[in-house]
């Protein structure tokens, strides 16, 4: 594989892997609904700052990765399946009907609609750079070998930034469109998708684990001493 087509290969399973985490379909509405009064020019200010504060958290997550696994002593296996997980049970909440849920997210946009500056928090975190999104951030450092492989991966963050962007812009017109049986319609869609990645991250962990050489060498010692 060249070079070219590896840093491309990088830059698709970012934006792909982030994608449906972040879901800028699913927070559009409550986007609107903690913006809910302001001008078009505050809630454009708001989704640009957002988004950038989004950048700023997943950036410094992957670089600062690698040092907190190696901090921990966190192996790439582990934070596979680990993250893998996570992404798991996030994708299945996703499908699940939360109705539960509803009163909860409501006085969390009540809070939301009382601060000044929303930016921050709630949209850049939890609403784009949750936990998901950071563990998914987090596991694509076992697939950096060089310095050109983190623009690769930070260019998809950029990507997927851009796009959310131009989503909370268009927001109000896309909720109009698609209504909430559309959004909630693509939220599970999104949601088997995280699922899907979350299983593979188990399974590659799962096979990173049992293909590890010293592994592999110390069944063979045993099964030679016997």
């Given at each position: 594989m060249s070079n070219v087509t590896h840093l491309w290969a990088i830059f698709l399973g970012t934006f792909i892997?982030?994608?449906p985490i972040i879901n800028p379909l699913a927070s559009a509405p409550t986007f609107l609904a903690i913006t809910e009064g302001d001008s078009d020019e505050r809630r454009r200010e708001q989704a640009r700052k957002g988004c950038f504060y989004m950048v700023a958290i997943l950036v410094s997550s992957l670089?600062?990765?690698?040092?907190?696994?190696?901090f921990f002593?966190?192996?790439?296996?582990?934070?596979?399946?680990?993250?893998?997980?996570?992404?798991?049970?996030?994708?299945?909440?996703?499908?699940?009907?939360?109705?539960?849920?509803?009163?909860?997210?409501?006085?969390?946009?009540?809070?939301?609609?009382?601060?000044?500056?929303?930016?921050?928090?709630?949209?850049?975190?939890?609403?784009?750079?949750?936990?998901?999104?950071?563990?998914?951030?987090?596991?694509?450092?076992?697939?950096?070998?060089?310095?050109?492989?983190?623009?690769?991966?930070?260019?998809?963050?950029?990507?997927?930034?851009?796009l959310t962007y131009a989503t909370l812009r268009l927001s109000g017109k896309i909720v109009g469109l698609i209504g909430p049986v559309g959004v909630n319609a693509m939220t599970k869609i999104m949601g088997f998708l995280i699922m899907c990645i979350g299983v593979q991250f188990v399974v590659n962990g799962v096979l990173g684990i049992a293909t590890d050489p010293e592994l592999l060498r110390g069944i063979k010692d045993v099964l030679a001493a016997h």
């Open positions: 892997g982030l994608l670089i600062g990765g690698t040092f907190i696994m190696n002593g966190i192996s790439i296996p582990g934070l596979r399946i680990a993250g893998g997980i996570l992404m798991t049970g996030i994708g299945m909440s996703m499908l699940a009907t939360q109705r539960s849920a509803a009163n909860h997210d409501d006085e969390e946009r009540e809070a939301a609609r009382r601060k000044i500056d929303i930016s921050f928090s709630p949209l850049a975190m939890p609403m784009l750079s949750g936990p998901g999104s950071i563990a998914v951030t987090l596991g694509f450092t076992s697939l950096a070998t060089n310095w050109t492989d983190y623009f690769a991966i930070i260019a998809g963050i950029v990507c997927v930034a851009l």
